[in-house]
C-alpha cells in the first residue's frame, strides 16, 4: 500500500498506482502526476497540488516477446534501460526523447515526445500498441493489446499520448519493437544558405533512399566554427543499401561521419534541448509544425539557433529570453496553427500563451478532460494552460 504520509506517494505497481489515484480523488485531492519530472520546463505550468504522484518505482518489464517484436513495461522503466535492454536482442524502440538519460516511458508517452528518427518510424502513436491507465476512480483500464494490428473498440490509449497526465495516469505501455538494422552510417552537408539546405533535402527526398533521420541545424545550432547550415542523414540497412548512400550522398557533397562518433553526433543534436535550458535560464523553446514546403519560411525568420526534423515538417526555435519566444510564438501562429512554447521558465509561464492557436479540437479535448476528471484533480494546466 502506498504511503500517503510522504511528500511524493511512490507506487510499486500499478494496482497501487491505481489505488492512490482513487484515494485522491474520493478526498477531492489535486494531483501532480510525473515519472522523474524531468519535464517539467516542458509543457503548461506546475499547479499547486495537495499530492505527488511519481510512477518512477514501477520499473519492471512485464512481458517481452522477442521473435513476435513486442514488449509490455511499466511506466516508470527508463528509455536508456529500455533501449540497453532491447539492444541485446539487436531491436529498438527509436523514439529518440530529449532529456533521454533521465526521461521514463511513462512521461515520454504523455509528453508524446520524439526525435530525429521520426522520419522513418514515426511517434509514439505508430509504435505504441497498448496502455493500461488508473483513472480517477481507482480503477486499472486495458486499451489495446499486445499485437502490432488492434482494430477491436475505441483505442483509448491514442487519448493518453500527448496528454500530459491530465487523464489519467499510465501504468503500463505495450509497444511494437523495431529490429536494429545491421548496418548505420551518419552523413552531413554543410551550406552557406537556408535555400541551398531545404534543396538538398529535397534531393534526398525524391530519390530511392529512405534515411531514417534528415535533420536540418542552422548556423545557430550547428555550431560549427564556419557559419554555416547543416544537413545530418542517417541511414540504416545492410552493406550494399549504405553502399550505396556512401555514393549517392557523397555525390551530392556529404561526408560521412567517422563510424566511432556517430552516437556522439546524435546524442549532441538530441540533447540541444536541455543543453540550451541548463545555459538560459530565462530561455525558452519554440515548436513549429509545419509541412515540408513550408520548412524553409519557418526557419529563414527565426534569430537564434533553430533544429528542424527536415523529413517530417517539425522545427524547434530556441530563444534566450522566453518574452521573445512568446512574440515569435503568436507571430507564428497566425500562419501555421500547430504553433506552441514547448518549454519556458516554471515562474514565467503564467503570463505566456503557449499555445496561441490551439484550434476548434479544445472543445473536444475539453469535454474528453471532462470524462476523465470531472473534478479537475489531475495535472491542471499542464496541458500548455488550455487543461
Known sequence: ????????????SPEELAEAMGWASARHQT?????????????????????????????????????????????????????????????MIPLDPPFADTATIGGIVACNCS????????????????????????????????????????????????????LAAIAVVNFKLIPQPPCERTFRFSF?????????????????LDPAAIDLLNPA??????????????????????ARYERELAAMGAQAVPAGEEAAFWRTIGDFTPRYLDAHKDGAVVR???????????????????????????CYAYFKHFGQAAVFAAETAREY????????????????????APGEDLEVMKRIKHMFDPQLLLNRGRLYRRI
Open 192 to 208: 552557406a544558405g537556408l535555400e541551398e539546405a531545404v534543396a538538398a533535402r529535397d534531393a534526398i527526398l525524391k530519390s530511392p
Open 288 to 314: 513549429v509544425s509545419c509541412t515540408l514546403k513550408e520548412l524553409k519560411a519557418v526557419m529563414q525568420p527565426i534569430p537564434g539557433p533553430a533544429i528542424a526534423r527536415a523529413g517530417s515538417g517539425v
Open 115 to 166: 526525435g530525429p528518427r521520426r522520419r522513418l518510424y514515426g511517434t509514439a502513436r505508430d509504435l505504441v500498441i497498448g496502455i493500461e491507465f488508473a483513472t480517477l476512480e481507482g480503477k486499472l483500464v486495458e486499451s489495446g493489446g499486445m499485437v502490432v494490428k488492434n482494430v477491436a473498440g475505441l483505442d483509448m490509449s491514442k487519448l493518453m499520448i500527448g496528454s500530459f497526465g491530465t
Open 31 to 91: 494531483i501532480e502526476l510525473g515519472g522523474h519530472f524531468s519535464k517539467r520546463l516542458m509543457g503548461g505550468p506546475r499547479a499547486p497540488s495537495n499530492m505527488t504522484i511519481s510512477t518512477a518505482a514501477m520499473r519492471r518489464v512485464r512481458k517481452y516477446e522477442p521473435r513476435d517484436l513486442t514488449i509490455s513495461v511499466e511506466a516508470g522503466i527508463s528509455y536508456c534501460d529500455l533501449s540497453r535492454l532491447l539492444a541485446e536482442q539487436h531491436q
Open 221 to 242: 545550432a550547428a555550431e560549427a566554427a564556419k557559419p554555416a547550415y547543416m544537413l545530418a542523414v542517417r541511414a540504416g540497412g545492410n552493406a550494399a543499401a549504405i
Open 1 to 12: 500500500m502506498p504511503d500517503y504520509s510522504t511528500d511524493i506517494v511512490r507506487p510499486q
Open 337 to 356: 496553427s500547430e504553433t506552441v512554447v514547448e518549454f519556458a521558465p516554471e515562474n514565467r509561464k503564467e503570463e505566456m500563451d503557449l499555445w496561441p
